[in-house]
């Protein structure tokens, strides 16, 4: 379908091939920043989705994963947006890959931080097999998690080895998902005063506090300067114009 686009334009940018692109009003939808843009006024627009933050782009780009048996997970987080607003197929795949080239430029810490904290730790499965759960473990979750443990092991010399601790400590942290410490002694069989020793030491290195920046602060802070300057999400003029 040939859009019209002479009315209620705005000139945006111009690419690099020096081709202006034109602006339609956008619709925001959660994260998002909808427009359309087209080399010319006269021609076939492209949809694009530019984020209003790091957060959305990241949780996109990490849930753009084919499950089995299940739909594209940029197309799953878009139910109920109007279809042409939609990325799928090639259109999704495309734009998580904009936002993981961006993602693998950080240090392999700060990408496996980054994705412990945004990209579900569960993959959908649809496969209707009897024995299957609904659910399976996601690799790179898993392997995420995997560096973060290497990381804290120095940090916990001297302190008994507990790895189902750690990795609840750690998610809990990254996700910034509250739980006390006797609901996770319980939980992985503890006593709360050695939950409450390893959390003091993780959550010091990882997540910081008021008066020390953690090393999530530190790639939250890289990937968002990244994005940004890749044009994936908007800048303080475009936000404000949305």
């Known amino acids: 379908m040939k859009f019209d686009i002479r009315q209620n334009v705005s000139k945006m940018a111009i690419n690099s091939d020096g081709v202006g692109l034109y602006r339609i009003p956008e619709t925001r939808y959660g994260g998002f920043l909808h427009f359309w843009t087209v080399p010319d006024p006269g021609g076939f627009p492209t949809m694009r989705v530019i984020y209003s933050n790091h957060a959305a782009a990241l949780r996109d780009a990490l ?26 197929g090639t259109d ?28 579900p730790p569960a993959l959908r499965c649809s496969c209707g097999s009897r024995c299957c759960s609904g659910s399976y473990p996601n690799p790179e979750w898993n392997e995420a998690m995997r560096v973060i443990l290497a990381h804290v092991a120095p940090l916990l010399a001297g302190h008994a080895a507990n790895e189902k601790l750690h990795r609840a400590i ?55 300067t990244l994005l940004r300057e890749a044009g994936i999400v908007a800048d303080d003029m475009q936000a404000q114009a949305a």
Do not use: F
């Open 170 to 224: 750690i998610a809990n942290a990254l996700t910034r998902t509250r739980e006390t410490a006797v609901s996770l002694a319980e939980r992985c069989g503890v006593n709360r005063h050695t939950v409450a020793a390893y959390v003091a030491i993780i959550e010091a290195d990882l997540v910081g506090n008021r008066h020390v920046a953690g090393r999530l602060d530190n790639a939250v802070a890289r990937i968002d």
């Open 92 to 119: 999704a795949t495309a734009q998580a890959g904009c936002i993981r080239r961006q993602l693998d430029r950080l240090a392999p810490l700060s990408r496996a931080l980054l994705v412990v904290a945004y990209a």
């Open 63 to 88: 849930r753009h994963t084919v499950e089995r048996g299940g739909m594209s997970s940029l197309g799953v987080l878009h139910q109920g947006v109007p279809s042409e607003s939609t990325l799928t």
